[in-house]
């Protein structure tokens, strides 16, 4: 691995991170040293992806732990959104916490955390050529750099490592080239200077930590720089009299001021994928100072020639003008966005803009202010003064100017970003969003009204609209014992399933007394229930009421003498498939008449069956004593009158086990039966037998002696 390629690793590593290892960098092989380098870098690369990562977590549920400590970086943090169970700001890690969200929409919360390790402001002095570093925890003097001539512009990196000076040389005598000084934060040396463009006026420093831009006034041009190599890698050409300079907070668009000799002054902007201008701007004369938003969106403008600023935006590219105090000179925004804070030299004065409503106040300051610039966590202004020289610090919160703090140089200048967040701590805050989900939410569906039906038939359909709000599944609903649901009102189950996960609209649920259970009051809940929702009960009540069934004693007949024959009964309004083994007690059917009655009909009565499902009714039958004797026509007369079509034969139909046999006279079978159900009609095998005599037998019981005689059709 060669050295550019080496150096580009460790500037990608906090110190701390290879302080150890580099004590052993002579001990370890050159391969085993990158190699520890590379894995280093992938646990910064990790530990800060995981830092900005977004999370999602339901309410009532732990949220993932926030480490933001890293390398000696403590950080402090906002969140916009309290609600989620989160204070509004806080020092240090985000500990895991129970989120909160009582609603029926998902609430977001967005956190932004800064640094506030021990940071350094950088003054550069142009007069006395140096830079004064001063410890913005304890607000000390910590040490004065000697730099090139005339230090104007500042530029912190990204991790707080290195600190480019522009020197701008353009003093009578002096080279006409500009260059750059490079401070070690660590070491507070400067470790490199390289020459750039005549009348170097600003400099800005890339996030990504690979390049820094310098804008050359009197060159129209601007120097692109190399920062791991510290060389000047190529230059931007065709920009009249560049002045400020800026770089949005992903590194990807560089804004660049310039009066161009006209009446109006132009803003250009540069892709830095390419160092191509993409687009410019017509702005206000004079404009030294410029920031862009942290978001990105807005780009802040000083019209030094005028009592405004100009802010322009980054998609659209118009212009709007918002007013301050006569002829500003430099700016800064804070790391909320939410201020902008200009520097007036020739009145002493800071004008402080809240861009929500683009209104403004001021400050008066003890001197002439030039440089300003906000400390990564948002909580002090730094502003370079002349005339003293001096540095002031404005407490953010309650606008307070602290006491000042000395330069030990002259002509105090330092315009750009020159406050840091610590070395090895991001300048970039850190933000991300959690988003609460609501607790899965079923919708209570109210009251359902008592319904009825008798056993055997369901009852009327009652309707439950049945809902819910962020579910992670559908809405189970459940019938208790004695009732069943449905979604069609035609297809019931005891249970079935509402909607989907999500938000589950408002559906029809029938809700109705089962046809097949028992007679009794059934009460109990309709439950519906959604994993991780609290389940709702919806209580429902019906009674199932009796059915009527009729018991009828069959009729019966028996002779003369015999026996009280088998009593029997029919069953008519049984339901639900039931028989007569349901009833509880079976009926008892009696009769008056006993074996020796004489002839004559005796009721038969039923009475005592029981069943909880049926209110019986009774019907009595008649039991008829007969004498037995039969009575044989000897003709009859099937001719379709009506009259005596058939051959009727008296009490033959009680004789069930009879067989009655008619012959033709040559002796051949034309009809033959066991029993005599119903009279014979003349017929063979459905035809008319012709007119005639014919022969019978009938034998009344197997073993009875046989009555015979002669029958006559006539027709």
């Avoid at 943090?77 to 895991?96: C, H, K, R, V, Y």
């Avoid at 600023?309 to 500003?328: E, G, L, M, Q």
């Avoid at 519906?528 to 009421?545: H, Q």
Wanted: charged share 10%; net charge negative; glycine share 8%.
């Amino acid at each position: 691995m060669n050295v550019y390629n080496l150096n580009f690793i460790e500037n990608l590593i906090s110190l701390d991170l290879i302080t150890i290892i580099k004590v052993f960098r002579y001990a370890f092989s050159p391969r085993l040293y990158v190699t520890a380098l590379c894995l280093l870098l992938s646990f910064k690369v990790v530990w800060a992806q995981n830092l900005q990562t977004s999370q999602i977590v339901d309410n009532g549920s732990p949220t993932i732990a926030i480490q933001f400590s890293s390398g000696g970086c403590s950080y402090q943090w906002t969140n916009d959104n309290p609600q989620i169970g989160l204070g509004a700001n806080g020092l240090g890690d985000i500990p895991s916490f129970t989120a909160v969200n009582t609603g029926t929409k998902p609430i977001v919360a967005h956190i932004v955390a800064h640094s506030t390790s021990d940071g350094f402001a950088y003054i550069a002095n142009s007069g006395s050529d140096n830079v004064t570093v001063i410890n913005t925890s304890t607000h000390a003097f910590v040490a004065d750099i000697s730099v090139g001539n005339q230090p104007w512009g500042v530029s912190v990196s990204n991790d707080g490592r290195r600190v480019y000076v522009v020197n701008s040389n353009n003093s009578s005598g002096r080279a006409p080239a500009g260059s750059v000084s490079v401070i070690d934060a660590t070491s507070n040396k400067v470790i490199s200077t390289f020459s750039v463009g005549s009348n170097a006026v600003s400099v800005v420093a890339n996030p990504n930590g690979k390049w820094a831009y310098v804008t050359n006034e009197s060159s129209n041009s601007i120097s692109v720089i190399d920062v791991v190599n510290d060389v000047v890698m190529s230059s931007i050409v065709g920009i009249i009299t560049p002045t400020g300079i800026a770089i949005n907070s992903n590194g990807t668009r560089l804004y660049v001021t310039a009066e161009s000799n006209t009446a109006t002054s132009i803003l250009y902007v540069i892709d830095t994928s390419n160092n191509q201008v993409i687009q410019t701007v017509q702005i206000s004369l004079r404009p030294t100072g410029i920031a862009v938003s942290p978001d990105g969106s807005k780009i802040y403008i000083t019209n030094g020639n005028r009592s405004s600023i100009s802010v322009v935006d980054a998609a659209t590219y118009t212009v709007n003008t918002v007013a301050v105090n006569f002829s500003p000179y430099a700016l800064a925004v804070s790391p909320a966005g939410d201020k902008v804070y200009v520097t007036h030299p020739s009145s002493n004065q800071i004008s402080i803009v809240n861009t929500a409503d683009n209104s403004f106040h001021t400050i008066i300051l003890p001197c002439s202010p030039n440089g300003i610039s906000v400390s990564p966590n948002g909580k002090e202004v730094y502003v370079a003064c002349q005339n003293p020289d001096n540095v002031y610090v404005i407490d953010t919160q309650t606008e307070t100017i602290l006491p000042p703090i000395a330069t030990t140089g002259s002509s105090a200048i330092s315009i750009g970003n020159f406050v840091s967040a610590g070395i090895g701590c991001s300048t970039v805050p850190i933000s991300f969003d959690i988003t609460v989900n609501p607790s899965p939410n079923i919708n209570d569906p109210g009251t359902v009204a008592a319904s009825s039906a008798h056993y055997g038939a369901s009852s009327t359909s009652q309707v439950i609209n049945v809902s819910g709000n962020g579910l992670k599944a559908g809405i189970t609903v459940t019938a208790p014992p004695g009732f069943e649901v449905s979604k069609d009102d035609i297809t019931f189950t005891s249970t079935l399933l509402v909607g989907a996960a999500g938000d589950t609209t408002a559906t029809q649920v029938f809700v109705r007394l089962k046809g097949n259970v028992d007679v009794a009051i059934y009460n109990g809940n309709i439950q519906l229930t959604s994993p991780g929702a609290t389940a709702i009960n919806v209580p429902v009540e019906g009674t199932v009421l009796t059915t009527q069934l009729n018991i009828t004693a069959d009729n019966k007949t028996k002779f003369l003498g015999d026996p009280i024959p088998v009593l029997t009964a029919s069953y008519t309004g049984f339901v639900n498939g039931d028989t007569p083994a349901k009833l509880s007690t079976l009926p008892q059917i009696t009769t008056t008449a006993v074996a020796s009655s004489p002839i004559g009909k005796y009721p038969i009565t039923v009475s005592g069956a029981i069943d909880k499902n049926y209110i019986i009714v009774y019907l009595p039958g008649v039991l008829e004593v007969v004498t037995g004797d039969i009575s044989t026509p000897n003709a009859f007369t099937p001719n379709g009158d009506g009259i005596n079509d058939t051959w009727d034969i008296k009490n033959l139909n009680l004789y069930t086990s009879c067989t009655v046999e008619v012959l033709n006279r040559y002796g051949q079978k034309v009809f033959y039966t066991t029993g005599y159900p119903k009279p014979w009609n003349g017929t063979e095998n459905g035809g008319d037998l012709p007119v005639g005599t014919y022969y019978y037998i009938i034998k009344l019981k197997p073993d009875s002696r046989p009555l015979t005689g002669y029958l006559s059709i006539i027709r």
